[in-house]
């Protein structure tokens, strides 16, 4: 038992310069069922990781295994070299976490609240509460009971206890379930904010594709307990990708006639090829020279969510 | 071991910052107040002494603290639960052993209050309205101050091992509500249930846990319910009882996962 729990140790001392989290053959049953089925993930530090997958993948479960809310079965977690099951309290020291709704006592006030969670907390002083307070932007409201918060508040002040003891890990769980479209720009905005100055790594879950896109750096796709894809995320200015581009024009058989040295396909009025951006610039050109009138030109990126659907398979996502 | 008393503080500010608590310490004040006045009303003829009064306020003061820190008691992991602060509350660099202890002292700390302040309100109130009568005795030749002081500290000790059973009875279910009406239900429904087993004629019934948390009986000269008990065995019998509901407490808090 020694031996297996000293080799990731040591490794991930190694690596403790990239790597914040490890997570190691991690698997949780519960009964016969497996929840988790040996997961090995390591986040890097100073990124938005996304954790991204279906209702029911396994991703809180996972969120509750590295807070330690749940034992783990087999395998090992790492938090900036300290194993959460052997070395608790110096592992989640490091981290800041929501864990699905940002519940608080209703019965105190705001600052009440964070004046609980900064007791536990060695060396947060009074100043650094306040400080927190104006970042999150809740200073006016701060001295009202949580029980008068509207969620996109309450989220606000989830946000301020888990920064306030400037943690190198934020785990947010579904961070913005429940918030308008403003809440959510919000909140994405921040969290890479967070990443860029503070140098804080955020873990954070999600089903909603295109948020995840908008938000991370990289993504880490599970389904079913297990792992499928760890990938980074394309940045729009990628220029020499090539990528599906549909063309909108008044006379298709003539344009079809014209490129038939590339691999046209034709769809109604308008026809499609793999192009990256000169050629498309390029393809305009001559089909203008050719008097072909051009509507429009509509470079399709290719989503988060078509890579999600190709890769389980076209698996329902909620 | 950083300051340990902070989560204390933590868990005293979580009972003393809501209404419920001055509403339930209002009702006990004002409560025993009107006892009093209602006997004085009645003391025409001036016979009374000070203790009769002191004795009826002390023991609905008792058994209402006992009901209150019941539910103090059986909210307090509970409600946690309940309401999905346990999250935030566990995801700290203290282990869950320390963090169940605070609010377990934090509630002893809230009996202990209640039962000082109630004894000083009682005594004082009865003394001002009926003047001291230091010379009589109660129970086996004692002082009454002595006797009452004995008295209460006997009624202590059985409420601690009281609100440690509904402590077990909160972490056990975890549902705020379940744990409040199943620990008074055990507190009310246990008194009678063991009161009428007490007519039994079995060995074991003596050592059922509500037979013995009325200590107060071996104060007096009528001798115990049950041949064979004494205080001693009584307090033995209530450590036992003590003993298993922290063990099982602390292992289950320790053990359990925090699902949804």
Same mark, same amino acid.
């Given at each position: 038992?020694?031996?297996?729990?000293?080799?990731?140790?040591?490794?991930?001392?190694?690596?403790?310069?990239?790597?914040?989290?490890?997570? @190691?053959?991690?698997?949780?049953?519960?009964?016969?069922?497996?929840?988790?089925?040996? /997961?090995? +993930? $390591?986040? *890097? !530090?100073?990124?938005?990781?996304?954790?991204?997958?279906?209702?029911?993948?396994?991703?809180?479960?996972?969120?509750?295994?590295?807070?330690?809310?749940?034992?783990?079965?087999?395998?090992?977690?790492?938090?900036?070299?300290?194993?959460?099951?052997?070395?608790?309290?110096?592992?989640?020291?490091?981290?800041?976490?929501?864990?699905?709704?940002?519940?608080?006592?209703?019965?105190?006030?705001?600052?009440?609240?964070?004046?609980?969670?900064?007791?536990?907390?060695?060396?947060?002083?009074?100043?650094?509460?306040?400080?927190?307070?104006?970042?999150?932007?809740?200073?006016?409201?701060?001295?009202?009971?949580?029980?008068?918060?509207?969620?996109?508040?309450? @989220?606000?002040?989830?946000?301020?206890?888990?920064?306030?003891?400037?943690?190198?890990? /934020?785990? +947010? $769980?579904? *961070? !913005?379930?429940?918030?308008?479209?403003?809440?959510?720009?919000?909140?994405?905005?921040?969290?890479?904010?967070?990443?860029?100055?503070?140098?804080?790594?955020?873990?954070?879950?999600?089903?909603?594709?295109?948020?995840?896109?908008?938000?991370?750096?990289?993504?880490?796709?599970?389904?079913?307990?297990?792992?499928?894809?760890?990938?980074?995320?394309?940045?729009?200015?990628?220029?020499?990708?090539?990528?599906?581009?549909?063309?909108?024009?008044?006379?298709?058989?003539?344009?079809?006639?014209?490129?038939?040295?590339?691999?046209?396909?034709?769809?109604?009025?308008?026809?499609?090829?793999?192009?990256?951006?000169?050629?498309?610039?390029?393809?305009?050109?001559?089909?203008?020279?050719?008097?072909?009138?051009?509507?429009?030109?509509?470079?399709?990126?290719?989503?988060?969510?078509?890579?999600?659907?190709?890769?389980?398979?076209?698996?329902?996502?909620? | 071991?950083?300051?340990?008393?902070?989560?204390?503080?933590?868990?005293?500010?979580?009972?003393?910052?809501?209404?419920?608590?001055?509403?339930?310490?209002?009702?006990?004040?004002?409560?025993?107040?009107?006892?009093?006045?209602?006997?004085?009303?009645?003391?025409?003829?001036?016979?009374?002494?000070?203790?009769?009064?002191?004795?009826?306020?002390?023991?609905?003061?008792?058994?209402?603290?006992?009901?209150?820190?019941?539910?103090?008691?059986?909210?307090?992991?509970?409600?946690?639960?309940?309401?999905?602060?346990?999250?935030?509350?566990?995801?700290?660099?203290?282990?869950?052993?320390?963090?169940?202890?605070?609010?377990?002292?934090?509630?002893?700390?809230?009996?202990?209050?209640?039962?000082?302040?109630?004894?000083?309100?009682?005594?004082?109130?009865?003394?001002?309205?009926?003047?001291?009568?230091?010379?009589?005795?109660?129970?086996?030749?004692?002082?009454?101050?002595?006797?009452?002081?004995?008295?209460?500290?006997?009624?202590?000790?059985?409420?601690?091992?009281?609100?440690?059973?509904?402590?077990?009875?909160?972490?056990?279910?975890?549902?705020?509500?379940?744990?409040?009406?199943?620990?008074?239900?055990?507190?009310?429904?246990?008194?009678?249930?063991?009161?009428?087993?007490?007519?039994?004629?079995?060995?074991?019934?003596?050592?059922?846990?509500?037979?013995?948390?009325?200590?107060?009986?071996?104060?007096?000269?009528?001798?115990?319910?049950?041949?064979?008990?004494?205080?001693?065995?009584?307090?033995?019998?209530?450590?036992?009882?003590?003993?298993?509901?922290?063990?099982?407490?602390?292992?289950?808090?320790?053990?359990?996962?925090?699902?949804?």
């Amino acid at each position: 038992m020694s031996e297996s729990t000293a080799s990731p140790d040591t490794r991930s001392s190694m690596a403790a310069d990239h790597t914040v989290v490890r997570l @190691q053959g991690v698997t949780k049953r519960i009964g016969k069922r497996t929840i988790i089925d040996h /997961l090995t +993930l $390591d986040v *890097p !530090t100073g990124e938005v990781f996304g954790f991204l997958g279906p209702n029911g993948a396994g991703k809180t479960t996972t969120i509750r295994m590295m807070v330690g809310l749940m034992k783990l079965t087999e395998g090992e977690i790492i938090i900036r070299g300290h194993n959460i099951r052997t070395e608790y309290e110096q592992a989640i020291r490091h981290v800041g976490a929501i864990v699905e709704n940002p519940e608080m006592y209703k019965y105190l006030t705001g600052y009440q609240n964070l004046l609980h969670f900064a007791r536990m907390i060695p060396g947060i002083s009074r100043q650094r509460i306040d400080e927190v307070v104006e970042l999150v932007g809740l200073k006016a409201r701060i001295h009202d009971k949580v029980k008068t918060y509207s969620l996109g508040m309450r @989220q606000r002040l989830g946000v301020a206890q888990a920064i306030m003891h400037k943690p190198s890990l /934020l785990i +947010l $769980d579904e *961070p !913005t379930n429940g918030l308008d479209p403003a809440g959510i720009r919000e909140l994405r905005d921040y969290l890479r904010q967070l990443a860029r100055q503070e140098g804080i790594t955020v873990f954070v879950s999600s089903h909603l594709l295109s948020e995840m896109e908008l938000m991370c750096d990289r993504v880490a796709i599970i389904q079913n307990g297990r792992l499928i894809d760890v990938r980074p995320i394309q940045q729009a200015s990628n220029e020499t990708a090539t990528s599906k581009v549909y063309f909108e024009v008044d006379r298709p058989d003539a344009a079809m006639k014209l490129l038939s040295d590339m691999e046209v396909v034709r769809e109604g009025n308008l026809f499609s090829l793999q192009a990256d951006r000169e050629q498309v610039a390029a393809l305009n050109a001559r089909l203008v020279a050719a008097q072909i009138k051009v509507y429009g030109i509509r470079v399709q990126t290719k989503s988060l969510e078509d890579q999600f659907l190709e890769m389980t398979g076209g698996e329902r996502i909620v | 071991m950083f300051d340990f008393w902070q989560l204390v503080n933590n868990e005293n500010m979580k009972i003393y910052r809501r209404p419920r608590t001055w509403i339930m310490l209002g009702i006990l004040l004002v409560l025993t107040l009107g006892i009093s006045i209602l006997f004085f009303s009645f003391n025409t003829d001036n016979t009374l002494t000070m203790w009769m009064p002191f004795e009826v306020c002390a023991t609905v003061a008792i058994l209402l603290i006992t009901i209150f820190t019941v539910v103090i008691s059986a909210e307090s992991v509970a409600g946690e639960f309940t309401s999905g602060t346990i999250k935030l509350l566990l995801i700290r660099p203290w282990s869950r052993s320390k963090i169940l202890l605070s609010k377990y002292l934090a509630l002893i700390m809230f009996a202990l209050f209640f039962m000082i302040l109630l004894f000083a309100w009682n005594f004082l109130v009865n003394l001002i309205i009926f003047g001291y009568e230091g010379d009589v005795r109660m129970g086996q030749d004692m002082a009454p101050l002595q006797y009452y002081t004995l008295m209460h500290l006997f009624e202590l000790i059985s409420l601690i091992v009281v609100v440690t059973l509904s402590f077990l009875i909160s972490t056990v279910f975890r549902s705020g509500g379940l744990a409040i009406g199943l620990s008074l239900f055990l507190l009310l429904g246990g008194n009678m249930i063991t009161g009428l087993l007490a007519f039994l004629d079995y060995g074991w019934i003596k050592y059922l846990l509500f037979l013995n948390l009325s200590l107060s009986q071996y104060l007096g000269n009528g001798g115990p319910m049950i041949e064979g008990m004494s205080l001693g065995f009584s307090l033995s019998v209530l450590a036992g009882h003590y003993v298993v509901f922290i063990a099982i407490t602390w292992y289950l808090f320790n053990k359990r996962d925090v699902a949804s």
